[in-house]
């Protein structure tokens, strides 16, 4: 059997395939599965051993809703230390967006490891780097000329949009939303505005940063209906902000997340969104769009902001940008980066097998898998679409494409987040081969890689009713 394949590329040599190989990395019970298959109990041996190092070794800062120990993936399976295997609608945080080691993207990283892993790009020249470039110039928002400043995870995409709007405006402040999350460094950090725990501990954070109200029609902060919420958040900062706090000329960005995502997955109306854009017009203010979790076809779209028309001054993408390797790019429109060398860099940014990466990623996605990710959705949503009715515990379903949040609530009408649920929740679908995670306090976030067939969707829906179901009972029985 042929362990090797053309790339596609005109000028590609033929490239190994590890699918192909006799010796492949995936167990032969992962290459034949497309469902769950538990064979332990949960954790494993090989698991809770690796749980014990990790508790005596690692950062106690990371959070951990489970005890997986991931060993391989493949597709939109995972498979951990004991032989168990998962169906991962996390996407390692809407992080492989073509899948865990799709072949196509193995094949390209180990080429480019065989010709160069690094130079850095802050002092020589790289080809790839050029032509990924051109490519997200090409599908960014807008009819402007763009470049591209690349670094290797959201928060620093936000550092230096952060950094870029100062430099290029000259002015200091920036607004972001109730709800965000930007990142954890001490700039993005500031904008962040999700749980307080985030920021609790770390002293004075960046100076200038505002925060508004985000238009979440489920939980609007005014108490209205959605079309009276979206034109009062939005109206907050011209009102409020402008009148009593700050001059907007004095304000160098607004930044958005067009879904905000550890907030909670919850879609920004389209009223809202055009609103913030035309407050930035107005006043000569930059308008950034945080896609960091949301881009890369995620929605059906290539941003979550093209459904409501947004065109960006800046926008924000890492996560799916590189189906798992670390890789971030802030996008401008040409006029505004105008920075001069060695005002902002990075070593490893824009690393050639990461660009490699990319360069697969935004191929395959754009041929199959943004299509699947709308069509995807759209049978998902219509599966879920009948959900506050069935169960007294969800209170809101919403989201785009692959980008799904599940709000879990104690009663239906006081709208009382239940944050015990939620995580009661998550583990009992665990403990059935299913991984999600939470969004904000109370939200279940479905974020599967973007190539889902129709029995993975099934699987996972029947799987999350059940264990609502579960939790429901649970809930119901006197402590």
């Not at 809202?272 to 017009?281: E, H, P, V």
């Not at 001054?313 to 040409?334: E, Q």
């Not at 069509?375 to 809101?396: C, H, P, Q, S, T």
Request: aromatic share 8%; net charge neutral.
């Amino acid at each position: 059997m042929d362990h090797w394949f053309s790339s596609g590329a005109a000028d590609s040599k033929r490239v190994y395939n590890p699918l192909m190989a006799k010796e492949s990395p995936w167990s032969e019970t992962l290459l034949k599965s497309k469902l769950p298959r538990l064979i332990t109990p949960l954790p494993g041996p090989n698991a809770k051993r690796v749980i014990d190092l990790d508790n005596r070794y690692i950062s106690p800062s990371y959070t951990r809703s489970y005890p997986l120990v991931a060993r391989r993936g493949r597709g939109a399976l995972v498979e951990d230390v004991d032989g168990n295997i998962f169906l991962d609608f996390t996407a390692g945080i809407a992080v492989v967006a073509t899948g865990h080691c799709h072949p196509e993207v193995v094949a390209a990283v180990q080429r480019q490891a065989t010709e160069l892993i690094h130079m850095s790009c802050t002092d020589f020249y790289y080809e790839g780097m050029v032509e990924l470039a051109e490519k997200l110039a090409a599908i960014s928002p807008g009819s402007d000329s763009k470049r591209v400043y690349f670094g290797n995870s959201g928060t620093e995409a936000i550092e230096a949009a952060i950094k870029l709007a100062r430099y290029h405006t000259g002015r200091e402040k920036i607004i972001a939303f109730y709800g965000a999350f930007h990142g954890r460094t001490m700039g993005s950090l500031s904008l962040t505005a999700s749980k307080a725990g985030q920021r609790t501990g770390f002293g004075t954070l960046l100076s200038g940063i505002f925060h508004a109200p985000y238009a979440n029609p489920y939980r609007c902060a005014y108490g209205h209906q959605a079309k009276d919420c979206c034109r009062d958040c939005a109206q907050f900062i011209e009102r409020e902000l402008f009148k009593k706090i700050v001059d907007p000329r004095e304000v160098a960005a607004i930044i958005v997340e067009p879904i905000q995502g550890e907030g909670g997955y919850v879609p920004g109306p389209p009223e809202f969104l055009q609103d913030l854009q035309r407050i930035c017009r107005e006043h000569g203010i930059l308008f950034i769009t945080d896609e960091v979790q949301s881009g890369m076809g995620r929605t059906g779209k290539w941003w979550a902001g093209d459904h409501s028309g947004l065109e960006p001054d800046i926008l924000c993408v890492a996560k799916g940008i590189a189906s798992g390797l670390p890789l971030c790019a802030t996008i401008a429109r040409s006029t505004v980066m105008d920075w001069k060398p060695g005002a902002h860099a990075s070593t490893f940014g824009g690393n050639p097998v990461s660009v490699a990466a990319a360069l697969v990623t935004l191929r395959l996605v754009q041929g199959r898998y943004m299509e699947n990710a709308q069509r995807m959705g759209e049978y998902i949503f219509g599966r879920l679409a009948g959900w506050r009715n069935k169960f007294r515990i969800v209170g809101d379903v919403r989201g785009k494409g692959l980008m799904i949040g599940v709000e879990i609530v104690e009663d239906q009408q006081t709208k009382e987040p239940a944050l015990k649920l939620r995580d009661l929740i998550e583990n009992l679908a665990f403990a059935k081969g299913l991984l999600i995670l939470g969004a904000g306090a109370n939200t279940l976030r479905l974020a599967p890689p973007l190539l889902i067939d129709q029995e993975q969707a099934d699987f996972a829906i029947d799987t999350l009713e059940a264990c609502i179901r579960e939790a429901e009972s649970l809930a119901s029985k006197p402590n």
